[in-house]
């Protein structure tokens, strides 16, 4: 199951931020009150913040890694083409480090934009990283200046949220084919029409 689905903002001159986030847990509580729902809002924005930040030193070495700058794109080539430009990656985090239990982050990065699954580590991570990839593409899709700019995906945050309903159901991977996807887009698109 996938814990926890983020878009990230990894700027190279600035903080890294969470542009968008949804959790498929109830992890830190649903809380009765106000005080409880404040302090399980801090809990989870503390062990999110954890998260991109072990994330934001993986991305940068290995950007490190890749020698030079990158190289202009060659007429008709893709973004998703270039280490320069596309990369990703896996780390896991041990239980008590932010979360109760033992976490896998995959994430995957198309320039700025770094998009990030938090699955439990007996997942089926082949299935995650598919599942990651078509994320990242309809991302970059829908907001065609996400990649450079990720604050854009602020103005289509209900996209993003219909989009994960639809193929990752409270959280769950979906063995799904390419007909099965193009279903899942069309009913995603009839229902951002109707609301």
């Given at each position: 199951m996938v814990f926890g689905v983020l878009v990230v903002s990894l700027q190279p001159s600035e903080?890294?931020?969470i542009v968008f986030s949804s959790i498929f847990s109830s992890e830190f509580g649903q809380g009765e009150d106000d005080a409880a729902l404040q302090a399980a809002r801090v809990a989870r924005k503390s062990a999110l913040s954890q998260v991109v930040s072990r994330l934001y030193s993986e991305s940068v070495f290995k950007r490190s890694l890749l020698?030079?700058?990158?190289p202009p794109l060659a007429p008709g080539q893709s973004v998703f083409d270039l280490p320069h430009y596309h990369d990703g990656g896996v780390f896991r985090l041990p239980a008590g480090s932010p979360f109760s239990t033992r976490k896998l982050v995959l994430w995957e990065r198309i320039i700025n934009c770094v998009c990030v699954f938090i699955c439990d580590?007996?997942?089926?991570?082949a299935l995650a990283e598919s599942a990651l990839s078509y994320f990242l593409k309809f991302v970059c899709a829908q907001f065609p200046r996400a990649a450079e700019q990720p604050s854009e995906t602020l103005t289509g945050a209900e996209h993003?949220?219909?989009?994960?309903r639809m193929h990752l159901?409270?959280?769950q991977l979906l063995f799904a084919s390419s007909t099965m996807e193009k279903q899942?887009?069309?009913?995603a698109e009839a229902y951002l029409a109707v609301a």
């Open positions: 903080t890294p931020a020698s030079g700058p990158a580590p007996d997942d089926n991570i993003l949220s219909t989009f994960l159901p409270h959280g899942l887009d069309r009913e």
